[in-house]
């Protein structure tokens, strides 16, 4: 068990996907993306397996939660700054997690 201020520290927000492309230098397939977090954060990239559900058109303009207090981590040439979150299916394949209505980018999930 952790306490709420233990959960308070991971400071998840919502962004919306802005740019999606291949990554065809990852380990396991994956995409590039670039979320916008609004005027406060900004823009972030990361890196993101989520091949199997989407492609990189689809993704524009869609909305999604990340952590953004991380520290920044080289997943090859490419520097992620924010964990873009997913739950699996049931074969284990990430689905991502976002708000079910239109949300102010930024907004800190509690």
């Not at 954060?41 to 199997?52: F, N």
């Amino acid at each position: 068990m952790i306490g709420y201020d233990d959960f308070a520290k991971v400071d998840i927000r919502v962004g919306r996907i802005v740019r999606a492309e291949p990554f065809p230098e990852a380990r396991k397939p994956a995409y590039r993306l670039w979320l916008d977090f609004g005027p406060e954060i900004g823009e972030k990239r990361s890196s993101a397996q989520i091949t199997r559900h989407y492609v990189p058109e689809e993704l524009v303009g869609r909305q999604v939660l990340a952590v953004v207090n991380f520290p920044p981590r080289q997943i090859g040439p490419v520097m992620s700054e924010v964990l873009v979150l997913g739950l699996p299916d049931d074969e284990g394949a990430v689905v991502l997690i976002g708000p079910g209505h239109e949300v102010p980018l930024g907004g800190r999930m509690f």
